[in-house]
């Protein structure tokens, strides 16, 4: 495998399924003003678009937890490759 980024992305999108439950609060369910639970599609569409300002910020909020899980998950992998790509642009041959 290449110490390229290309070929990290790859190797660690092949792992897509390790990061499981993204959301960690899947249970959208509130209390209305009439003292009624609201859950299923109501509650999480008053989550996406009341708590969270919209579709965009929501999608944002997501992604930005899916990559810090993936990370996460792949930090010593990565951290292995950088150091060892790092290592390669100092190494000079000579000969």
């Known amino acids: ?32 003003k009439d003292g009624k ?5 109501a509650a999480f569409n008053h989550h996406v678009f009341t708590e969270m300002g919209g579709i965009q910020q929501y999608n944002d909020a997501v992604g930005i937890m899916y990559i810090e899980a993936f ?7 990565i951290n292995t490759e950088v ?3 790092a290592r390669r642009k100092r190494l000079k041959l000579v000969g």
Request: charged letters at 20%; a positive charge.
């Open 1 to 32: 495998m290449g110490a390229t980024l290309g070929g990290l992305f790859y190797a660690l999108s092949r792992e897509r399924k390790e990061v499981k439950n993204v959301t960690k609060n899947p249970d959208f369910s509130y209390i209305n």
């Open 37 to 41: 639970r609201v859950a299923g599609a």
């Open 71 to 77: 990370v996460q998950a792949h930090s010593d992998y």
């Open 83 to 85: 150091t060892a790509q």
